[in-house]
């Protein structure tokens, strides 16, 4: 029941960003309305303070949404996988020292580590995805090098090595199908961190630029007239914590489905 609902929240967010590929109400850069009208004809959920349709804005901001949390999960967990094989498989000394590094990495903050992306580049979804990606690596980092180490201190690993199986078949037959539940569970829920990241750094400016729509832009934009027009503010609001909520209960059933004696002791 928990994956059901994940599944039809998520979906409704994954529909409405497929549908924004092939037809928009209005052009995102049209600022024809009236500005701050509220919802009805011709603009389903009104305009905003620019005059632009809020539900084109919507439909935009949940495709830049979803590409932001599934840039970000592929930078973090390819960048994270790699970085936890490499610990679990390091000397003690080399261990040691990825360890401090990622503990540096993971209390580095994300808005920091984007200002610093973004000096280098421009304000862009693609130095955000960047930014989040690199700070979800070292997250997936120390959870992989766990899982890792865990994995090769199986007798079954001793005795594939005794037979004489290389080490890189090891990691393809056995250390990986057996870390990888519990990393795409992790990564499931790092999908809804990045996309609320994504967010927070478009209400700072250092996002998605105009025209292309971000919740988080949306919601900046829309604070000082909350009371005069709340539709700019509520829409994405809502599909933001529709899409955050959905995707964790979508982890939370992969979890159970992966661990079916939690699912009994629930």
Known sequence: MTLLTGCVLAGLVVAVAVVSLFWLPYAPDDTSG????????????????????????????????????????????????????????????????????????????????????????????????IAIGLAMSAIVARLARVLVKRVLAQDYITASRTSGTSWPRIVVTHVLPNIWPTLSVNLALQFGLAVLAEASLSYLGLGTP????????????????????????????????????????????????????????R
């Open 34 to 129: 009236d500005r701050l009208m509220p919802p009805g004809l011709p603009h389903l959920l009104g305009t905003d303070k620019l005059g632009r349709d809020l539900l084109t804005q919507l439909m935009i901001g949940a495709r830049v949404a979803l590409e932001a949390g599934a840039g970000s999960v592929l930078i973090g967990g390819v960048a994270g996988l790699a970085g936890g094989l490499v610990a679990g498989f390091a000397t003690r000394w080399m261990d040691d020292a990825l360890s401090a590094f990622l503990d540096i990495l993971i209390a580095f903050p994300t808005v920091l580590l984007a200002m610093l992306v973004t000096a280098a580049r421009d304000a862009s979804l693609g130095s955000a995805i």
């Open 210 to 265: 105009p025209p292309n729509a971000s919740w988080g832009r949306m919601l900046q934009e829309a604070q000082a007239s909350v009371f005069i027009a709340p539709a700019g503010v509520i829409a994405p609001g809502v599909l933001l914590v529709v899409l955050v909520v959905g995707v964790n209960l979508i982890a939370d059933g992969v979890r159970d489905v992966a661990d079916p004696t939690r699912r009994r002791t």
